[in-house]
Each structure stands twice: as C-alpha cells, then as structure tokens.
C-alpha cells in the first residue's frame, strides 16, 4: 500500500481482556517497529523487527504483551488480560533497511475501562 | 541509556516569524537523526533526516542541524505558518548494546502559530 495502515484505528476494552491491533507496513519495508505513546509521554519502544533477524523484544513493558510479524509483511500486538494502564496510542512504523526514514501509521487509540 | 531533551515544550508564536526548536542528546555515538511532525490524533510524517556524517538537512522552509559533539540539533522553520501548528519531535538513531538499531524519541515541542 501506499502508506503504513493500522486497524483498528480505534480500541475500547474491559479490563481482563485481550486485545490485537494490527499494522500492515509498506511493501518491500524491511524494518518494523511499535511504539506506545501515552497522553503527555514521549513515545516509547516496545518492540522492533528486522527481515528474518530474531525481534528486539527489549521494550515489552511485562510478558502480558506479545508481537508477531508473519512472512516479513503483517505485524499483530497482542496485549493479554489488558489494564487501565495500558490505555495509550500503539503507533506502527516501518521503514526499508531499518536506517532511513520511517513511516508511521496513524496508530491505535487503545482505551481500557 | 540515550535521553533525548526537547526545548521548549510548547511554543506559542506570531505568524511570519522565523523560529528555533532545540532537541538535546546525552549519548554522542548516534547513527543519525530524524525530526518528525505530529498533528492531533494522527501518527507522525518525517520532515528531516540527517546522518551522523552531516551538519544539516533542507526542505522548504525546514532546516535541520546537527552537531553530534555536543550532543544538539536544532529544527529552523522559516516564516511561519498557522499549518504549521503541531507537535515537532525529534528522534535519535543509534544501535544498542544488542545490535539493533533504535530510535529515542524526545516529548516533543508543541508549536502554534498565530494568524
């Protein structure tokens, strides 16, 4: 596609449930990240892929959250037993080594309640 | 760990004027820059690239420049805009102890420009 797409662009949950948000990066991109961006934080790092290279899993904030990217193309962020806290905008980024510029989606607004 | 500083956090400024963001780095060893634009509920669109090699980058009316030795880079907007309100944040890319790249990103500085 033309730009990076993210679904659903909007998320309301109970807390205890599980949630997947979903990222299609730009054809031929490489490179994947999410991002979390909570009301009046800076973005934060969770989770980056890089071709057939095993994921930096470092920025995962507990084991309640997990991230997959099949055959090189589709990303999902799974979040288990959600919490209020994890209310925040999951931001998907992709770019075509890993180096260049970066491309974002315009991300999911995730509300746990 | 790299920290990345954006002052000021909100800047308010009258339309036509010339204006500065400053962005701030502790960890000089950076593979490159980039500064970003983001507007209300949508995701960011890349302004600016530098590589650590460079001193600037130009788009338009953006002039972007770094000085890694110091740890700084500035954001110039010429003559500015009422679209060009948003909130302007700059990212650092360097690898980590791991080996794989990563950008830090700063809290940004939110501009608007007065008609």
């Known amino acids: 596609g033309a730009g990076v797409s993210q679904s659903p662009s909007n998320k309301v949950t109970e807390k205890g449930k599980d949630v997947e948000l979903r990222c299609d990066p730009i054809?031929?991109?490489?490179?994947l990240y999410w991002y979390r961006q909570s009301l009046g934080q800076g973005l934060e790092f969770l989770i980056y892929?890089?071709?057939?290279?095993?994921?930096?899993k470092s920025g995962l904030p507990s084991d309640r959250f997990s991230a997959e990217r099949t055959g090189g193309s589709v990303s999902t962020l799974t979040i288990q037993r959600t919490q209020q806290e994890d209310s925040a905008v999951y931001l998907c980024?992709?770019?075509?080594?890993?180096?260049?510029?970066?491309?974002f989606g315009s991300g999911t607004r995730l509300t746990v309640v | 760990k790299q920290e990345v500083t954006q002052i000021p956090a909100a800047l308010s400024v009258p339309e036509g004027e010339n204006l500065v963001l400053n962005c701030s780095f502790t960890?000089?060893?950076?593979?490159?820059l980039q500064w970003f634009r983001q507007d209300p509920g949508k995701g960011l669109t890349s302004l600016l690239l530098?590589?650590?090699?460079?001193r600037e980058q130009t788009s338009g009316r953006l002039n972007a420049s770094l000085d890694k030795s110091s740890g700084r880079s500035t954001l110039y907007i010429a003559a500015s805009q009422p679209g060009d309100s948003a909130t302007y944040l700059c990212?650092?890319?360097?690898?980590?102890?791991?080996?794989?790249?990563?950008?830090?990103f700063g809290k940004g500085t939110k501009l608007s420009v007065i008609p």
């Open positions: 980024a992709s770019s075509v080594t890993g180096v260049d510029g970066y491309t």
């Open positions: 054809s031929g991109h490489t490179a």
């Open positions: 892929f890089q071709g057939n290279s095993a994921p930096d």
């Open positions: 960890d000089s060893a950076i593979y490159n």
């Open positions: 530098i590589q650590s090699s460079q």
């Open positions: 990212a650092v890319g360097a690898y980590s102890g791991a080996g794989s790249y990563q950008l830090t």
